[in-house]
């Protein structure tokens, strides 16, 4: 690979570090739920700031899927605004999805998802 870096894991697991290394942890509100919110919420703008940063971080560390799933999803959508998401629901191949799909994959945003998603986990929701 390099002098510096000598295996390709090596590599990725430096790029992991770097973006990891970009979340500000200074001035956290005290109250723990907010605390843990305002990390999770930076620690997701992180991984979208840069490119599959999701997909590269979560072959490196062992994570929080919400956390982690996320950002990989909807760096993955192809060039409209939801992706195949719409396609996938409308086909019998997915018979669950398709149940719930509209509403899970295609009305709610990603913002909407994340903001839900972290409720329910901290227990506000």
Do not use: N
Not at 27 to 45: D, K, S
Not at 65 to 76: I, K, R, S
């Amino acid at each position: 690979m390099s002098w510096y870096v000598k295996t390709k894991q090596t590599l990725i697991e430096t790029m992991a570090d770097t973006i990891v290394g970009t979340v500000d942890v200074t001035g956290l509100p005290a109250e723990p739920i907010e605390r843990l919110r305002t990390v999770a919420g930076r620690y997701r703008a992180a991984l979208l700031a840069h490119r599959d940063g999701g997909r590269l971080v979560a072959g490196t560390f062992t994570g929080v899927y919400f956390a982690l799933g996320l950002p990989q999803e909807e760096q993955t959508l192809s060039d409209s605004p939801r992706g195949l998401s719409g396609e996938l629901v409308a086909t019998d191949t997915y018979l669950a999805l398709a149940q719930v799909g509209e509403q899970l994959m295609v009305a709610d945003s990603f913002d909407a998802r994340f903001d839900y998603g972290l409720a329910r986990l901290l227990g506000v929701a």
